[in-house]
């Protein structure tokens, strides 16, 4: 397995994320500023980290299901080869406000980023795997936020709005603080994300 391979998943995140599918419905000042700077940062290129671990999660019991289910896309495609050496987490700041069952049945997984395989401390971008009927309460933080959902029709909401239903190839935006939640089905739901501006913190339940 060679570097170029890796790197190859960077290469495919610009090329979608100049596709008119990565954006559609998503307009506005911080949404540009956001998409700026993740083309920006790779444009500028990203290396190889030397230390990143594979890890599993419960709720990985259910990402061959959701591959399975997911519509032909080109950076899944990338990241395919390489789905075995992911680093799947959960959110410690969500222990004690979220219940059990939640962390058995969602994860992320950081690619690109301070924390990734491919490293750049500008932006970071990975996958979020939820797992069927799960619910991801309320929860907010800095960072703006760029979701492609990539399998599996959740629900999802934003601010005091109503929860709707959010198939692939949906694209969705969250501005700095605001409040989202999500509400899985019957199916697992699989996204990319992506998150530009103060990442320093990981997002907190509201
Ligand atoms: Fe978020």
Partial sequence: MTNINHLHIADALARFYTSPEAFIGLSGQAFDAHKSTVLTALD???SLASDYQPAKAPVTRFLEAALADAPAH???NAIRPFIEELHWQTNKNYHGHFEERFFENEAFSEIIGPKGMLQTDIFRAGLLLM?????????NHEASEWYNVLSGTGLWRQGAGE???RPPPTAIFHSSWEVHAMRCQKTPVLALWSWAGNMSSEAMPV
């Fill in 44 to 46: 500028k290129g990203v």
């Fill in 74 to 76: 080109p950076v899944l």
């Fill in 131 to 139: 797992g069927p009927e799960v619910d991801y309460p309320d929860h």
């Fill in 163 to 165: 929860f709707s239903q």
